[in-house]
């Protein structure tokens, strides 16, 4: 099956999103599908590479393109594709990602609800998140329609699953963002020689653990 990807994919501004569009990719691709990143970039996006020159962090931004970028480990994974129409794909997949964060810098964009799709497309929402909107305000109906002709749909934390249900009545699952996935880009795993636990926490990490 060939799938498409929408999602935060430039790693120009927010090297996360870079990170977290590779792994959702080689996680569709492990499963027996062709996977391919739309080129789609978000209508107010010009704003954040702004930001970052201004309040740069030097450090990070060098580590970040030395060791993602540079190195090759992500560049391969999301290298978009271009000039290919919707249609030339099976199923859609929005996410994952703050797509669904539509009252901060980049607004509201209804691609990020598939909303060119057509009706034949399986189209899917995996980790999606709104993070800090709070209620779909004015663009709530058309949200409402949007979502209603998703085939599935998932997020990423419990605040969008509770903002998804209360809009449409349907409760989605909440699953891992794709960079917690166990995907592989060829690189030799980490060797364990005792006992080891990967740890998921939502929220702020305390003292209690």
Known sequence: MKVGIITFHRGNANYGSSVQAACLKQAIDALGHDAHIIDHIARRSYIYPLLIRMFSLSRLRQFCQQCLIQKNYLLP??????????????????????????????GYDPTYFLAN????????????????????TSKANRIRTLLARLDAISVREQSTAD????????????????????????????THHKPYLYLYIEGQITSAY
């Open 77 to 106: 994974h999301i290298a978009p594709t271009k000039n290919m129409p919707l249609t030339a794909y099976d199923a859609l997949i929005c996410g994952s990602d703050e797509i669904w964060k539509i009252n901060m810098t980049r």
């Open 163 to 190: 903002m998804v249900e209360n809009l449409t009545g349907k409760k989605p699952a909440i699953v891992l963002d794709p960079s917690l996935l166990p995907v592989n880009f060829s690189r030799k795993p980490h």
């Open 117 to 136: 799709a057509s009706d034949s497309q399986r189209k899917i929402s995996y980790a999606a998140s709104h993070y800090y909107t709070r209620e779909f």
